[in-house]
């Protein structure tokens, strides 16, 4: 079976521009989220989906912050304009219905924002 | 609150026996996680306990868990190079989990 799809693996981009990152969860899967981590901060939780439908975005950090997942199968993270603090790394994980708790992780996408 | 802690480095031998620890907040955690982290990959879960178990061993790997002292480990037998690696404990909170800072093993052969 695929595991969690994330793409692009690793996004270079210039402070203000618009950033795309993008999620294909484990087929089947019914909750999806995406988290953060950096050195400073660790992993933090940003956003959850459960059936499609964000349940909690209280870990977005702020407007500039934006998620969707307009069907099972894909979720973006969208962030604009972009700066240099949000440069870290962003997972997305997705979990087995009913059981929310046993995520399992994509590979990341490594962003630095200039 | 909601706080998960590690000890952040533990350094062993190749073949030794290798201890994570962690301690959590939440005793209504219904189930406690380890999650492994190699370079530039993602967390990987290599094991978890429910929260009425003291104890469960999966090859290599023994967790105990401690309610009272709201204490997990993780114990790695025989210690291999390619356990070197991030491991991260997390707790679950109606639906959340809530990730330690992560405990960096270093195996040294």
């Known amino acids: 079976d695929a595991g969690v799809i994330q793409s692009p693996r690793h996004e270079v981009t210039e402070m203000g521009q618009e950033v795309t990152l993008r999620c294909k969860p484990i087929s089947g899967h019914d909750y999806l989220f995406w988290y953060r981590q950096t050195m400073m901060r660790g992993l933090e939780l940003l956003i959850y989906?459960?059936?499609?439908?964000?349940?909690?975005d209280s870990g977005m950090p702020e407007d500039r912050f934006s998620a969707k997942m307009p069907n099972a199968s894909f979720s973006t993270l969208k962030i604009q304009p972009s700066e240099p603090r949000d440069s870290a790394v962003y997972f997305c994980?997705?979990?087995?219905?009913?059981?929310?708790?046993?995520?399992?992780f994509g590979p990341g996408t490594r962003l630095t924002v200039l | 609150g909601e706080d998960v802690e590690q000890s952040l480095f533990l350094s062993v031998r190749e073949g030794d026996s290798s201890v994570i620890n962690c301690t959590y907040t939440d005793s209504s955690s219904t189930y406690l996680y380890w999650y492994k982290q190699e370079p530039g990959a993602g967390l990987q879960l290599l094991t978890y306990i429910f929260s009425n178990m003291d104890m469960k061993q999966d090859q290599r790997l023994t967790v105990l868990l401690n309610k009272k002292d709201k204490h997990l480990s993780l114990r790695i037998a025989d210690t291999q190079t390619g356990d070197s690696a991030i491991y991260f404990c997390a707790e679950s909170i109606r639906g959340k989990l809530i990730f330690g800072q992560g405990t960096e093993l270093s195996v040294k052969p």
């Open positions: 989906f459960n059936n499609n439908v964000p349940i909690d």
């Open positions: 994980a997705s979990s087995f219905p009913g059981v929310v708790d046993t995520q399992y």
